[in-house]
């Protein structure tokens, strides 16, 4: 079994299934529901083979394939996962699932078409996770727009003509940036591949240009501050399932990129401008944790809510160049760097469970405005439980996933600085305020319209998904030790890798 | 020799956890009987092997326990853990937690019979159990911060119970938001450890903190700060919150909103105890800043003084009680600041019995007088409900202080303590606590007299008006009735309220006579709390301590004594005898009165700065920084230049070739124009 391409698999059973997916026809959506679902299934199964055959001991990229793919541009199809890796495939095969079993009856129209377009997706994600080439990790990267730029332009809310053009602009704007950098690194070295970007030897100003070509392409995915306002506009207007890919796995995205990109192959130019990344990341908690707070629609709260942990994510990312090398201690910029790591995960998973959350209450009311609420959990009480537990997630509340990796990263900036821990730690404060006032308004409180009284609680499907997510998040809260030990020599790979100085 | 194994341990944690899920996942199969017995036996469970636990640590010289059940995470060489830490003051505070825990869960029962949210809140008030037994069990820092934020969430569920009720809701937000500005600190705290040990463990931090002294913190560039007074600063910020110290002293009385049996539980006896708790656990690194410990006494003094005062002017029975409560976590937080941690810890312990007693008390009329806790419409009620009158006294004289009762032993010694102390801020602290004896007395027979004596206030309208029916829809409590008119004459409560109240009433009264030599001058607790030489004012007071009963008798010639009985006097006289002496001292004093009615105007402080101004800020940013500018000018602005560009641009595209022609003319014109020129040159 260990020979197996599991990764290759895992990249083109969804997209292969997608394709007998369209063959269910438009007549026929109960086919292409159960069909998909299955589909899914098998890779979570995949995925989940990946764990009894990772060496966890190792920081170096596993199950790894090669081929012959464009020997013109010397660019091959080289895949390859480490602990990182890995986590973020499993966050995106487990979301799959959910998504499909959330999207069975809220989307009726064009049925096979919706679920064909998430099983590309998912392969495309899946393919950007392992790629090990930098011009193959391009293309999954682009290629990953066209079914979310569909989802939300077919499927998608009364705007999404402008937010799919909005959301398609910034992405692309940034990656061209990107396809620069790696044609410039091609020039170079003269490949695509990775490992050998990685140790290419490149001086100080030429790091420096390269380290905003990546920040700019990856940027505009987390999103960071400035380059943000897509998200909320694309969330708005996405269906349900658009939206949980949306923030659950496609942000990632971004930061994945940095850890891939722009700590290994410009250390010296991350480390420089480090402050500058430090500095958003701060401002994306706190400006955005306001911004977050005055939100009138819930999906856009959510939004600005994901930009705002986001920020923890490259936050922790960065820090690791004040700790490692800024004050020779390794040990607590792994911290960080894992912290950050955890975070990417977690926000995965409550980001998902919130929007699943929305998508469930829009489906009965149609509407997204926190005022048409109120008095929710009279006549929803388990839906209530799951929203509260989930919101509770949302402000990282400790045996909650959304807790580890922020806990983790305010230990490790205490150390860089104890201000940028106070910053960091603000959102303790105003990531409370924004959502537990979503709750109170949305949940408790009396029932002010007649439309809320006749809302009927969960189904047992929806009930399924949120539990399904519920059951991730407390198990990450309360154990986490299985994802940082499955990420461990990963991220300390990664820091020797932000700590290797290659100029002088 | 037995030893404490992990096992039982888990079990004490384990068996609330479980009847809260169980009463909370199958609230429907089970039922309300159901609910209520899974919860209790739980929690019996647990009361009952804590009571094992302490009696072997004690007496059975049982060693401490001191594991880690299981990694949490490890990064690098980093590795936190879940653990048990189990020594005489967690085994004190499981005894305590699960004991009034047990007592509320019993008095539950009763209180809310008629309420929908039986099951629910059986489950909640198991699960606080769970919550509080990890926090004080817990052997580091990650485990306590679990804990902290666990009875947080609880407390907010809780408060926020009747969740139709927007003043619920709005208490309930408030004080998870407090509560949160107080963690903010207290996670800065702990990072602040990580960063100066290397680790959360609390064996190895204090291990290690002889460390501490001569550590600086360059917390600001050319500053350096004592390490040890960031550290006990940043932990004493999250007790604040927790232990609501002034100045985030502002959601305790709000959380009045709960259902009273969880401000018995948590709101005075447990939760709130957290800050004190965890302040003595880490008295290890406290002795090391004289600054952090001067803090503490100052803000512990200032909550004793300031919101007793309080006290005195609300009409709404558990609003005094929850203004006590504040002024007594403020005194136990005073002895903390003055090295009297045992002094302190021993005052929860006392105060955990008569204020939880106070709270069911007050409880039990709640329900005699059908939902109303206005005082002004009770009065005389001593003839219809005897237990709960003489058991509210015995819970008023050991929160007076009376010589003999229980806290008696524990709010003489804090008094005596802060008064040897010789901490910057000692006097001012001790004039506080001082005149805070005067205040207690008089809000604590205040509320004795109006509502058991004197004249009843309210009329009972009979039987059958037509009226809906009283009786406990608690949804909906002040609508069912008029203010002051009752269906029914107040009777006594059914016994699971009244046998609470007796439990609680016997330790109120005689805890004190076997445990103050041990516990406050013997040196009882041990290891657990480590006071400097120089700092042990108990020490001190050991030396004049001759047991209990000479104690007992130098109580009345003391001046607390003195104090306590003005106290008493001027409650007894207004309250009882003249009651317009009250309304004259009203009028004579108006801006304090109205200070103290707008309790000092804190309220509106904080909500119109924080609360408004967060969301006018919020919008700012959103309507000006997002909006206008980023999406504005940058993203809709950039679309527009192209748009506007490509207008111009496109005018060129005319589409008649005389254009075209006349464009290629122009075009090469310029470019031999241009050779020409450049050629020339």
Same mark, same amino acid.
């Given at each position: 079994?260990?020979?197996?391409?599991l990764?290759?698999?895992?990249?083109?059973?969804?997209v292969a299934?997608?394709?007998?997916?369209?063959?269910?026809g438009?007549?026929?959506?109960?086919?292409?529901r159960?069909?998909?679902?299955?589909?899914t299934?098998?890779?979570?199964?995949v995925?989940?083979?990946?764990?009894?055959n990772f060496?966890?001991?190792s920081?170096?990229?596993?199950?790894?394939?090669?081929?012959?793919?464009? $020997?013109g541009?010397?660019?091959?199809?080289?895949?390859?996962?480490?602990?990182?890796?890995?986590?973020?495939?499993?966050?995106?095969?487990?979301?799959?699932?959910?998504?499909?079993?959330?999207?069975?009856?809220?989307?009726?129209?064009k049925?096979?078409?919706?679920?064909a377009?998430?099983?590309?997706?998912e392969?495309?994600?899946?393919?950007?996770?392992c #790629?090990?080439?930098?011009?193959?990790?391009?293309?999954?990267?682009e290629?990953?727009?066209?079914?979310m730029?569909?989802?939300?332009?077919?499927?998608?809310?009364?705007?999404?003509?402008?937010?799919?053009?909005?959301?398609?602009?910034f992405?692309?704007f940034?990656?061209?940036?990107?396809?620069?950098?790696?044609?410039?690194?091609?020039?170079?070295?003269g490949?695509?591949?990775l490992?050998?970007?990685?140790s290419?030897?490149?001086?100080?100003?030429?790091?420096?240009?390269l380290?905003?070509?990546f920040l700019?392409?990856?940027?505009?995915?987390?999103p960071?501050?400035?380059v943000h306002?897509?998200? $909320?506009?694309?969330?708005?207007?996405a269906?349900?399932?658009?939206?949980v890919?949306?923030?659950?796995?496609m942000?990632?995205?971004?930061?994945?990129?940095?850890?891939?990109f722009?700590?290994?192959?410009v250390?010296?130019?991350s480390?420089?401008?480090a402050w500058?990344?430090?500095?958003?990341?701060?401002?994306?908690?706190?400006?955005?944790?306001?911004?977050?707070?005055v939100?009138?629609?819930?999906?856009?709260?959510?939004?600005y809510s994901s930009?705002?942990?986001m920020?923890?994510?490259?936050?922790?990312?960065?820090?690791?160049?004040?700790?490692?090398?800024?004050?020779n201690?390794?040990?607590?910029?792994q911290?960080?760097?894992?912290?950050?790591?955890?975070?990417?995960?977690?926000?995965?998973l409550?980001?998902g469970?919130?929007?699943?959350c929305i998508?469930?209450?829009?489906?009965r009311?149609?509407?997204?405005?926190?005022?048409?609420?109120?008095?929710?959990?009279?006549?929803?009480?388990?839906f209530?439980?799951?929203?509260?537990l989930?919101?509770?997630?949302?402000?990282?509340? $400790?045996?909650?996933?959304?807790?580890?990796?922020e806990?983790?990263?305010?230990? #490790?900036?205490?150390?860089?600085?104890?201000?940028?821990?106070?910053? #960091?730690?603000f959102?303790?404060?105003?990531?409370?305020?924004?959502?537990?006032?979503?709750?109170?308004?949305?949940i408790?409180?009396?029932?002010?319209?007649?439309?809320?009284?006749?809302?009927?609680?969960?189904?047992?499907?929806?009930?399924?998904?949120?539990?399904?997510f519920?059951?991730?998040v407390?198990?990450?809260?309360?154990?986490?030790?299985?994802?940082?030990?499955?990420?461990?020599?990963?991220?300390?790979?990664?820091?020797?890798?932000?700590?290797?100085?290659?100029?002088? | 020799?037995?030893?404490?194994?992990?096992?039982?341990?888990?079990?004490?944690?384990?068996?609330?956890?479980?009847?809260a899920?169980?009463?909370?996942?199958?609230?429907?199969?089970?039922?309300?009987a159901?609910?209520s017995?899974?919860?209790?036996?739980g929690?019996?469970?647990?009361?009952?092997?804590?009571?094992?636990?302490?009696?072997?640590?004690?007496?059975g010289?049982?060693?401490n326990?001191?594991?880690?059940?299981?990694?949490?995470?490890?990064?690098?060489?980093?590795?936190?853990?879940?653990?048990?830490?189990?020594?005489?003051?967690?085994?004190?505070m499981?005894?305590?937690v699960?004991?009034v825990?047990?007592m509320?869960?019993?008095?539950?029962?009763?209180?809310?019979?008629d309420?929908?949210?039986?099951?629910?809140f059986? @489950?909640?008030?198991?699960?606080?159990?769970?919550?509080?037994?990890?926090?004080v069990m817990?052997?580091?820092?990650?485990?306590?911060?679990?804990?902290?934020?666990?009875?947080?969430?609880?407390?907010?569920?809780?408060i926020g119970?009747?969740?139709?009720?927007?003043?619920?809701?709005?208490?309930?937000?408030k004080?998870?938001?407090?509560?949160?500005?107080?963690?903010?600190?207290?996670?800065?705290?702990?990072?602040?450890v990580?960063?100066?040990?290397g680790?959360l463990?609390?064996g190895?931090?204090?291990?290690?903190?002889?460390?501490l002294?001569?550590t600086t *913190?360059?917390? *600001?560039?050319?500053?350096?700060?004592?390490l040890?007074?960031?550290i006990?600063?940043?932990?004493?910020v999250?007790?604040?919150?927790?232990?609501?110290?002034?100045?985030?002293?502002?959601?305790?009385p709000?959380?009045?909103?709960?259902?009273?049996?969880?401000?018995?539980?948590?709101?005075?006896?447990t939760?709130?105890?957290?800050?004190?708790?965890?302040?003595?656990?880490?008295?290890?690194?406290?002795?090391?800043?004289?600054?952090a410990?001067s803090?503490?006494?100052?803000?512990?003094?200032?909550?004793?003084?300031?919101?007793g005062?309080?006290?005195?002017?609300?009409?709404?029975?558990k609003?005094?009680i929850?203004?006590?409560?504040?002024?007594?976590?403020?005194?136990?937080?005073?002895?903390?600041g003055?090295?009297?941690?045992?002094?302190?810890v021993?005052?929860?312990?006392?105060?955990?019995?008569?204020?939880?007693?106070?709270?069911?008390?007050?409880?039990?009329?709640i329900v005699?007088?059908?939902?109303?806790?206005d005082?002004?419409?009770?009065?005389?009620?001593r003839?219809?409900?005897?237990?709960?009158?003489?058991?509210?006294?015995?819970?008023?004289l050991?929160?007076?202080?009376?010589?003999?009762?229980a806290?008696?032993?524990?709010?003489?010694?804090?008094?005596?303590?802060?008064?040897?102390?010789?901490?910057?801020?000692?006097?001012?602290?001790?004039?506080?606590?001082l005149?805070?004896?005067?205040v207690?007395?008089?809000?604590?027979?205040?509320?004795?007299?109006m509502?058991?004596?004197?004249?009843?206030?309210?009329?009972?309208?009979?039987?059958?008006?037509?009226?809906?029916?009283?009786?406990?829809t608690?949804?909906?409590?002040?609508?069912?009735?008029h203010?002051?008119?009752?269906?029914?004459?107040?009777?006594?409560?059914?016994?699971v309220?009244t046998?609470?109240?007796?439990?609680?009433?016997i330790?109120?009264?005689? *805890?004190?006579w076997?445990?103050?030599?041990?516990?406050?001058?013997?040196?009882?607790f041990?290891? @657990?709390?480590?006071?400097?030489?120089?700092?042990?004012?108990?020490?001190?007071?050991?030396r004049?301590?001759?047991?209990?009963?000479?104690?007992?008798?130098?109580?009345?010639?003391?001046?607390?004594?003195?104090?306590?009985?003005?106290?008493?006097?001027?409650a007894?006289?207004?309250?009882?005898?003249?009651?317009?002496?009250?309304?004259?001292?009203?009028?004579?004093?108006?801006?304090v009165?109205?200070?103290?009615?707008?309790?000092y105007?804190?309220?509106?402080?904080?909500?119109?700065?924080?609360?408004?101004g967060?969301?006018k800020?919020?919008?700012?940013?959103?309507?000006?920084?997002?909006?206008?500018?980023?999406d504005?000018?940058?993203?809709?602005?950039?679309?527009a230049?192209v748009?506007?560009?490509?207008?111009?641009?496109?005018?060129?595209?005319?589409?008649?070739?005389?254009?075209?022609?006349f464009?290629?003319?122009?075009?090469?014109?310029?470019?031999?124009?241009?050779?020409?020129?450049?050629?020339?040159?």
């Amino acid at each position: 079994m260990s020979n197996w391409p599991l990764l290759s698999l895992l990249i083109w059973i969804p997209v292969a299934g997608a394709i007998l997916v369209l063959f269910c026809g438009n007549a026929r959506p109960n086919a292409a529901r159960w069909l998909s679902l299955l589909v899914t299934l098998i890779v979570l199964a995949v995925s989940a083979l990946l764990l009894p055959n990772f060496d966890y001991t190792s920081g170096a990229m596993q199950f790894g394939e090669a081929h012959e793919w464009l $020997p013109g541009i010397h660019s091959s199809y080289k895949l390859g996962a480490d602990g990182i890796s890995v986590a973020l495939i499993l966050l995106t095969t487990f979301t799959t699932v959910l998504v499909i079993a959330g999207a069975w009856e809220v989307i009726k129209d064009k049925v096979h078409q919706f679920m064909a377009a998430m099983l590309v997706l998912e392969g495309l994600m899946i393919g950007v996770f392992c #790629a090990m080439d930098a011009l193959l990790f391009y293309v999954f990267f682009e290629a990953m727009l066209i079914p979310m730029f569909i989802i939300i332009g077919i499927w998608g809310g009364p705007r999404r003509i402008y937010a799919t053009l909005k959301f398609f602009i910034f992405t692309f704007f940034g990656a061209i940036f990107m396809l620069v950098a790696l044609i410039y690194l091609y020039l170079k070295a003269g490949t695509f591949d990775l490992a050998t970007l990685w140790s290419l030897h490149l001086s100080r100003p030429e790091q420096i240009w390269l380290f905003f070509a990546f920040l700019i392409a990856f940027a505009v995915k987390v999103p960071m501050v400035p380059v943000h306002t897509w998200l $909320p506009d694309a969330h708005v207007e996405a269906p349900t399932g658009g939206s949980v890919i949306l923030a659950a796995i496609m942000l990632k995205v971004g930061t994945y990129g940095f850890v891939r990109f722009s700590l290994p192959i410009v250390p010296d130019a991350s480390q420089q401008l480090a402050w500058l990344v430090i500095a958003l990341s701060l401002i994306a908690i706190i400006y955005i944790g306001y911004v977050a707070l005055v939100q009138e629609d819930m999906k856009k709260l959510i939004a600005y809510s994901s930009i705002a942990h986001m920020g923890f994510v490259t936050l922790g990312l960065f820090v690791v160049f004040m700790l490692a090398r800024g004050l020779n201690d390794p040990q607590t910029a792994q911290l960080g760097a894992q912290g950050a790591m955890v975070q990417m995960i977690s926000h995965g998973l409550v980001s998902g469970a919130m929007f699943t959350c929305i998508g469930v209450m829009y489906d009965r009311l149609h509407t997204r405005l926190i005022k048409d609420y109120g008095g929710l959990a009279k006549v929803m009480p388990w839906f209530a439980a799951f929203m509260v537990l989930f919101a509770m997630a949302n402000c990282g509340l $400790p045996g909650t996933s959304g807790f580890v990796g922020e806990f983790m990263v305010i230990l #490790a900036s205490f150390k860089a600085n104890p201000w940028v821990s106070l910053a #960091a730690a603000f959102t303790l404060i105003i990531g409370a305020a924004y959502t537990l006032w979503l709750i109170k308004r949305v949940i408790f409180g009396q029932i002010e319209s007649e439309a809320v009284r006749t809302m009927p609680d969960i189904n047992a499907r929806e009930a399924f998904v949120l539990a399904a997510f519920a059951a991730a998040v407390l198990i990450v809260g309360v154990w986490p030790w299985p994802l940082t030990h499955l990420m461990d020599a990963s991220v300390s790979h990664l820091v020797s890798q932000a700590l290797a100085t290659k100029v002088g | 020799m037995i030893v404490i194994s992990e096992t039982i341990l888990l079990a004490i944690v384990l068996a609330p956890l479980a009847g809260a899920l169980l009463a909370g996942l199958l609230r429907n199969q089970i039922g309300r009987a159901g609910a209520s017995t899974v919860t209790i036996l739980g929690v019996a469970v647990s009361c009952g092997l804590s009571c094992w636990v302490l009696y072997q640590l004690v007496w059975g010289g049982a060693p401490n326990f001191n594991a880690d059940v299981y990694t949490w995470f490890t990064v690098g060489k980093l590795s936190l853990h879940v653990g048990f830490l189990v020594d005489r003051l967690t085994a004190m505070m499981l005894v305590v937690v699960t004991f009034v825990s047990l007592m509320v869960h019993i008095y539950t029962i009763g209180y809310m019979a008629d309420d929908p949210g039986y099951q629910r809140f059986f @489950s909640y008030i198991a699960l606080f159990t769970f919550s509080m037994l990890m926090l004080v069990m817990a052997n580091n820092f990650l485990q306590l911060f679990f804990g902290w934020e666990a009875v947080g969430l609880v407390s907010y569920l809780l408060i926020g119970f009747w969740f139709e009720r927007p003043t619920a809701t709005f208490a309930a937000l408030k004080a998870f938001l407090v509560n949160r500005v107080g963690d903010f600190g207290f996670v800065l705290g702990i990072a602040a450890v990580l960063y100066g040990f290397g680790t959360l463990d609390y064996g190895s931090v204090f291990a290690q903190a002889g460390t501490l002294d001569g550590t600086t *913190i360059e917390v *600001i560039g050319g500053h350096p700060w004592s390490l040890a007074t960031v550290i006990c600063v940043l932990l004493f910020v999250g007790a604040m919150g927790k232990s609501a110290q002034v100045p985030l002293h502002v959601w305790l009385p709000d959380s009045m909103e709960g259902p009273t049996p969880i401000s018995a539980l948590i709101h005075a006896a447990t939760m709130v105890t957290a800050g004190i708790f965890m302040v003595a656990r880490m008295s290890p690194l406290f002795e090391h800043s004289e600054t952090a410990l001067s803090l503490v006494l100052i803000v512990g003094a200032t909550t004793a003084f300031f919101t007793g005062l309080i006290g005195i002017v609300q009409n709404d029975i558990k609003r005094v009680i929850a203004y006590s409560t504040l002024s007594q976590l403020g005194y136990m937080c005073a002895a903390l600041g003055a090295s009297a941690y045992a002094a302190g810890v021993y005052h929860l312990m006392t105060h955990a019995f008569f204020k939880a007693l106070l709270f069911l008390g007050a409880g039990s009329v709640i329900v005699a007088m059908h939902h109303e806790q206005d005082m002004r419409r009770m009065g005389g009620l001593r003839k219809y409900m005897p237990i709960t009158y003489i058991t509210m006294w015995i819970g008023s004289l050991a929160l007076a202080g009376a010589p003999g009762f229980a806290g008696f032993f524990s709010k003489d010694a804090i008094i005596e303590a802060i008064g040897e102390s010789h901490r910057t801020g000692h006097l001012y602290a001790y004039i506080c606590v001082l005149a805070g004896v005067f205040v207690t007395a008089l809000y604590s027979f205040r509320l004795l007299y109006m509502t058991f004596h004197g004249k009843e206030r309210f009329t009972v309208v009979g039987h059958g008006q037509g009226r809906t029916h009283a009786k406990t829809t608690s949804d909906e409590p002040h609508h069912a009735h008029h203010p002051g008119e009752l269906e029914h004459p107040p009777h006594e409560s059914p016994w699971v309220i009244t046998v609470p109240l007796i439990l609680l009433a016997i330790p109120s009264v005689v *805890i004190g006579w076997p445990t103050v030599a041990p516990m406050l001058y013997g040196g009882w607790f041990g290891s @657990s709390i480590h006071v400097a030489q120089a700092n042990d004012v108990l020490g001190e007071l050991a030396r004049e301590f001759h047991g209990p009963l000479a104690m007992f008798a130098q109580g009345f010639v003391s001046p607390p004594f003195w104090i306590a009985l003005a106290g008493f006097a001027v409650a007894t006289y207004v309250y009882l005898f003249n009651p317009k002496i009250a309304e004259q001292c009203e009028r004579i004093l108006l801006p304090v009165y109205r200070a103290l009615v707008r309790k000092y105007w804190f309220d509106e402080l904080y909500y119109n700065l924080f609360a408004r101004g967060g969301v006018k800020l919020g919008r700012a940013f959103w309507k000006g920084g997002d909006g206008a500018l980023l999406d504005g000018v940058m993203v809709d602005g950039s679309a527009a230049f192209v748009a506007r560009s490509a207008q111009i641009v496109r005018r060129l595209q005319t589409g008649y070739l005389y254009s075209y022609a006349f464009a290629m003319i122009v075009g090469l014109i310029l470019l031999l124009g241009g050779f020409w020129y450049w050629g020339l040159h």
